[in-house]
């Protein structure tokens, strides 16, 4: 099942709807583990796994998926999707949706019962088989979504805003089974509006905002950097080469530098590196508080 690299790629990709430039220059990988794509509403999540799924073109741009391009049909072959916005025709019921998926999917009839019965526990669905999706709460069908989902046991599974639809406790079960498909080495591509849901389950992240990733990387490492805002006179080149060191440099104004993506644990390292290049510091000003708050300026920035 391991994937030799390149599980998820998307290289400098643009993709345009008239004037709406849904994303732009965007490029990330994933290789393993629990991937949180993050960002709000209109971000480019949804065109992102499109793209990936060769449902829409990129404007400009590569990449590839389960190691083969974007879209084609050796890359479809060993993924699974859950769609941010479904609906199953309310008269079948939850084994005939699943049996119905498993024909397009081309498994192999004499499993279909066992395969079925399986993906019906994991979603924790397995006493509501027989009945009609019409009568199913939202939670329900977004259960019966991510069972179809995780059909004959896909190497790279793409979930659009999975937990959007559900209750405190649903979320907790699909934490769960994306949990138990990490253990099993199943990459999983997150799409979430929702840095709570995020954080919990995600080995990396990308934070996207208007198209572009604004920063990527471990999410609490992200999260427990901040930006320093420091107000010195005398700062020689050796003090910008050491505040460097730290983290960007960015010239807020006249005498006023910002140190971006500095661990906080590191800031007082950095005034001791300062004052002792002989310079002389007014103020230190740390940028950010909360996580939500980092959030948000990453998004900001
Ligand atoms: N088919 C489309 N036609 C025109 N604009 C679109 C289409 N799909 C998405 N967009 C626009 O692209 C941007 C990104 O949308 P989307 O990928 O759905 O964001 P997200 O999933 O992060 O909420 C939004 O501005 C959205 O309105
Ligand atoms: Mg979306």
Not at 79 to 86: D, H, K, R, S, W
Not at 90 to 112: F, K, M, N, P, Y
Not at 140 to 160: I, W
Not at 262 to 287: D, N, T
């Amino acid at each position: 099942m391991a994937i030799a690299n390149g599980a998820i790629r998307l290289e400098h990709v643009t993709k345009r709807y008239a004037k709406v430039v849904a994303l732009n220059d965007l490029s990330l990988s994933v290789e393993h583990g629990v991937f949180g794509f993050l960002g709000p509403n209109g971000a480019g999540k949804t065109t992102a796994v499109k793209i990936l799924l060769g449902l829409t073109r990129p404007t400009t741009g590569s990449g590839s998926l389960a190691g083969a391009a974007f879209g084609s049909k050796p890359s479809l072959g060993r993924i699974g999707y859950l769609p941010e916005l479904f609906r199953y025709q309310s008269w079948l019921t939850a084994r005939e949706v699943l049996a119905l998926h498993c024909e397009l999917a081309g498994i192999d009839r004499a499993r279909w019962g066992s395969e079925i019965d399986r993906i019906l526990a994991t979603v924790g669905l397995a006493d509501r088989g027989t009945s009609r999706v019409g009568t199913f709460s939202k939670g329900m069908q977004q259960r019966l979504g991510l069972g179809v989902a995780l059909l004959d046991d896909p190497a790279v599974v793409l979930l659009d805003e999975p937990t959007s639809a559900l209750d405190p406790v649903g979320r907790h079960d699909v934490r769960e089974i994306i949990r138990a498909l990490r253990e099993k080495g199943t990459i999983v591509f997150l799409n979430s509006h929702l840095l709570s849901e995020v954080e919990q389950v995600c080995d990396a992240v990308a934070i996207v905002d208007r198209g572009k990733v604004v920063a990527q990387g471990d999410l609490t490492q992200l999260l427990r950097t901040s930006s320093v805002r420091v107000r010195a006179t005398g700062l020689s080149r050796e003090a910008r080469a050491a505040m460097a060191r730290f983290g960007e440099l960015d010239d807020d104004a006249d005498g006023v530098v910002l140190v971006k993506g500095i661990e906080r644990e590191r800031i007082p390292e950095l005034v001791s590196a300062i004052v002792a290049s002989g310079a002389r510091v007014y103020a230190v000003e740390s940028q950010h508080e909360s996580l939500e708050e980092r959030f948000l300026s990453l998004l900001g920035q």
